[in-house]
């Protein structure tokens, strides 16, 4: 609020009293928020993402509990909301993703450039408003995920520090996800080849290249976004912290520079 | 008010491989768009007229040169509503959403209260159908969806491409007098019509390209007066042989029509009625007839009219003030 107000004034003192950059930026992260809600397919996909985090989470981690092949430690809850998001990130991802293609393929991209002709500040709400409804809402399914597993078995432990814990690695996986959804989708523009090249990157590459067999191309399946994101979420491909995380960030940064350079720099249409 | 300055846009078309060929689509316009008139701009279709509001607008880059609104490059503004509102396609809408909402979110960036929304929507006559998804709308509720959204922030200047497509009769009425009665508040509208009747009634300020390029910067009265040069009579009488031959005699150009009657170029009705008189032909029709805009504009456009010719030639004759 101070500082929308300070900006204000400096504007004043240039050319009228026009609102600064600050209470710009809310009113069109404002502006952004109403966008997604007024239409169904965001809440299409909130529902599907629903169904398979809590649904496949909790019911695979109350499988991994009462499997007869007993494991030796107690599992802890959590990995209901991990296994969860693996698979119904990509209903958050088409969320995020399909907000920004869809104001291209319905051309409803000239309005909007129309009210918010500062196109950096249009960047900023259009990555901040998806990623940060998508983050929240896949932590906070997750997280029902986790006590839904907890009370089905309760041969599963449940603590404190595990679940921060998860949720944070959930948060930094969908972030990441989000962000080079939105890149891609304001790059590319097209809503099939923005989808398409999410879901190679983040599901289909990093799963099918290791099964192959062929040195060259598990060693591509490991430099993909998407094995950074299994590697956070259940450990499992062999790589240390450093390696994920810089899959995360890097692969998300140059996502978000090409899109960014995309809606800043070329025609609208 | 509007001012364009040596606005040019260039695009390249086709692959590198068969050699860049760069289409220039708008080249080198400069004009003025005055407030409290209304100013049509016109053109055949591909002459640059879409190109030049969007870039106007800030949604494309000029290769060259510049456009101010109201003094200001458009993607400076902070309230772009509250300056310029403008109506380019009205299909450009989220079919998914309300037409409501759509003007909710445009409210929304401008911190324009709810009441202002449902204000708009009455006077475009959009009634209950904004709670309606737009994927159900009609081309002429489109437009009227379209025009709320221009008109939502009250601005002074107002850009209209073809508000007038898709409106019945009734319609395309409202949007004349609407537009008219911008303009006697004061404020700036800038019409592209493709409706050459519907611009006659309702522009005072005429701007015209073909190819990308001004043919005519001009008042509507100076447009249309430069045809009065060719006004023409046309007289229907019993004899036409002998009027004919007596207005050749006064070196007048003197043709038949296949309705019988006779075509008198560049003479008053007062003069062909005294050649009869003296002649003692009888005279039973006798009227000037004034060319229409739609004929001023094809002898304007008509060597420049993209998708019809192969050849490239110079823009006609320019009637510049």
Redesign the interface.
Known sequence: MTAAQTADRT?TTA?GP??GTA??LA??A??EW??LR????TWWCLLAAAVTVVGIGATAAFDEATEPAATTAALPATIAGEFGVLLGQFGLLVLALVAVT??HA??????T???????GVLLAARVAVPVVVATVAGVLLALVADVAAWLIAPELTLSAGELAGSLGRVAAVLVAGSVLAVGVGLLLRSTAGALATVFLLQLVLPALLPGFGVEWMADLGELLPGTGAVWTLLGEPDMTAAQAAALLVGWSVAALVAGGWSLL?R??? | MIQVRGLTKEYGTGSTLRGAGVVRAVDDLTFDVQPGKVTGFLGPNGAGKSTTMRMVLGLDRPTAGSALVTGRRFGELAEPLRVAGALLDAGAVHPGRSGRDHLRVAARTHGIPLRRVDDVIDQVGLGPAARRRVRGYSLGMRQRLGIATALIGDPAVLLFDEPMNGLDLDGVRWVRRLVRGLADEGRTVLLSSHLMSEMEQTADHLVIIGRGRLIADASMQEVMRREDAQRQVRVRTPSPGDLAGALRRRRLQVHPTDEGDLLVEGATAETVGDVALQLGVAVHRLTEEHASLEQVYLDLTGDTVQYRVASAPEPAELVRR
Do not use: K, M, N, Y
């Open positions: 504007a050319a026009e609102p209470t710009l009113r069109t404002a502006a109403l966008r007024t239409v169904r397919s869809q104001e319905s051309g409803s991209i000239g309005p450039l129309q009210w918010t002709p500062r196109r720099r025609d609208a249409s």
